[in-house]
């Protein structure tokens, strides 16, 4: 089984054991995680695509992939030749996976799904969507996947490490007294976690199980008398033992089964959010009567603390001298023409890990010349690599501090002049950028409703972005965190709230030659100024500090109000980053970027 094709039939011959009309094999593992460890990524191993979303499902004879706007082109040339069909999420007329089901399923077919990785909501819906034609639900024991997938990797094994109030700002005791106040709120005797960034906030536990993400394979049960971590007990060395002993008992990871089994026996009363725990839980939790309200956790994560916010700041100023010697760099050697997409790539990871607290990457960089840059989520290959030459260069990377996340997206013009196409675009992309970063608003806003602000530009060219405008983004945590998100489609109705940690990122794409996106994070922060006894008002302060190529600035579509924010940002960037750049080519680098336009 070395193709997708005879992967797929040795799927197909499984299903028919079974008895099973189709089967769903979504782009998740059993904590529905965004980015998932290698040794569940079945997706991936079973059809060739790797984006970090999609659902695949495999019928007698088709087979149909679920992506969304980030990865239809990389969709395109991944499943070429996989006898795969692409179908491209909120496109008009495009069916999702559970109406798409119910329009093709007879009356007594069944489709089959691992519980594992099916959220207690998505079950519903798919259920129902059945149901309404006599068709069922049937939930295999094992995942079929797996059963084909002989040589997949090994469960990660890295030590975890505890985090000191110093850095957390917070105890794991505070945190667990909020969640049981919370608990007898809804009259829960148990709160169930499966979320492992939620998991590593309350516990204040970092791992490495997870490619870019700082968190570590675990479940989480709290009550009123305990709170019980489930995980692999191997990666707790003694004094981590000894300092999560005096707040949480230490269990197996498989051993939460056990756990959940006994508190069905009690009939208990669960917390189990239903949108971020798997139906492999309640499964085991029987008869339990479930609360299944949003997780009490998601918007204290996401209103990050003063200690957080300082690390955060921390972080993105060293991040910042990275990104002014890359771009430096890439300045002098990129014009030589032996500068690669890879090259470029590891050059900027060389020069952050250097920089104090580094952990790695916060993701996968989008290091993306010319047509690469038009694929929003392009990951360059030895066989895609391409030298720099001539046109624009689209560079979207981040890193993994101890003191915190960070994300930045910079276009870069290398070689010849700009053209006019380009120049425009990009002004209009900046232009969305700055519309949003300067606006102030009330409290108790959707992000939704600031997603438009960052796209008017755009549209008045008939031009628009198949992405978010922003997301939320952890503190030494995943890059990409709700509930909060500036977005049409991700925003799930939480509000924007003082302490968030936000991207704004309005992008361009032009398939076939470019991609331009200027992405900066933000924290959202109280507007004393607006602000009044009857209402809270609420506005974005910059944490990015990196500068924006004025070269592709059409200075003629600027503003006065926008290039007073362009300059002002530019100022601010030099007077931070300067005293802390040593290379005097370096520093004048920064000092030429930073002139006003």
């Known amino acids: 089984m070395t193709t997708t094709r005879g992967k797929l039939a040795a799927l197909r011959r499984l299903m028919r054991e079974h008895q099973l009309s189709a089967y769903l094999v979504p782009m998740v593992d059993a904590h529905l995680n965004e980015y998932v460890p290698a040794c569940w990524r079945r997706l991936a191993w079973l059809s060739g695509f790797t984006g970090s979303a999609g659902d695949l499902l495999i019928l007698p004879r088709q087979a149909i992939l679920w992506t969304d706007g980030r990865y239809f082109l990389q969709a395109e040339q991944e499943l070429e030749g996989s006898g795969i069909e692409l179908f491209r999420k909120d496109e008009p007329g ?357 997603d438009t602000i960052a796209r008017t530009h755009l549209w008045s060219d008939g031009l628009d972005y198949g992405h978010g405008t922003g997301h939320g983004v952890g503190a030494f945590l995943s890059v990409h965190e709700g509930p909060q998100a500036i977005s049409p489609v991700r925003c799930k109705g939480a509000f924007i709230e003082a302490g968030n940690v936000v991207s704004i990122e309005p992008g361009c794409y032009i398939a076939g030659k470019f991609g331009i996106r200027i992405e900066n994070l933000n924290v959202v922060v109280k507007d004393d100024k607006r602000t009044t006894k009857a209402k809270t008002w609420l506005g974005f302060e910059t944490l990015t500090l990196c500068p924006i190529d004025r070269s592709l600035i059409d200075d003629s579509l600027l503003t006065p109000s926008e290039r007073q924010w362009l300059n002002d940002y530019h100022q601010h960037v030099e007077n931070t980053l300067g005293p802390l750049v040593d290379d005097p080519q370096d520093r004048d680098w920064l000092t030429k970027a930073c002139v006003p336009v």
């Not at 004094?239 to 707040?247: K, W």
């Not at 479930?290 to 003063?306: C, D, Q, W």
């Open 94 to 450: 495009v069916l999702d996976v559970e109406p798409y089901l119910r329009s093709i399923m007879k009356k007594d077919a069944k489709v089959g799904v691992d519980p594992r990785v099916l959220s207690i909501a998505s079950a519903k819906l798919l259920r129902k969507n059945l149901e309404s034609v006599g068709a069922s639900l049937v939930y295999t024991e094992r995942n079929l996947v797996d059963t084909l997938w002989t040589d997949a990797p090994e469960m990660p094994t890295a030590p975890i490490e505890v985090l000191s109030r110093e850095q957390s700002g917070a105890s794991t005791r505070t945190k667990l007294e909020a969640l049981r106040t919370s608990m007898k709120q809804e009259n829960a005797d148990a709160l169930v976690i499966t979320t492992l960034d939620a998991i590593a906030w309350t516990f204040n536990v970092r791992g490495n199980d997870v490619l870019y993400n700082p968190v570590v394979i675990a479940y989480a049960i709290v009550t009123e008398d305990d709170a019980k971590l489930f995980l692999d007990l191997a990666k707790v060395g003694k004094e981590q033992q000894r300092r999560l002993s005096r707040d949480v008992t230490l269990c197996s990871y498989d051993s939460v089964r056990t756990e959940l089994s006994a508190l069905a026996k009690r009939k208990a009363r669960v917390w189990v959010d239903e949108h971020t725990t798997n139906q492999w839980v309640t499964k085991n939790l029987g008869r339990c009567d479930l609360v299944t309200t949003k997780s009490p956790i998601l918007e204290r994560k996401a209103k990050k603390n003063t200690v957080e916010i300082e690390g955060i700041r921390r972080a993105h100023v060293r991040d910042g001298v990275a990104m002014v010697r890359f771009l430096r760099w890439l300045s002098v050697e990129a014009p030589k023409g032996h500068v690669t997409e890879l090259s470029a790539e590891s050059r900027l990871e060389e020069l952050r890990s250097v920089g104090e607290h580094y952990r790695g990457p916060s993701f996968r960089t989008i290091s993306a010349f010319g047509p690469h840059g038009a694929i929003t989520h392009y990951a360059a290959t030895e066989q895609s690599n391409v030298k720099l030459g001539s046109g624009v260069f689209l560079i979207d990377t981040g890193s993994q501090y101890t003191d915190g996340t960070t994300d930045i997206t910079r276009t870069i013009l290398i070689g010849a002049k700009a053209t006019d196409q380009q120049r425009r675009l990009f002004t209009l992309v900046l232009k969305g950028h700055i519309a949003l970063a300067q606006t102030r608003f009330p409290q108790g806003v959707r992000g939704m409703r600031l």
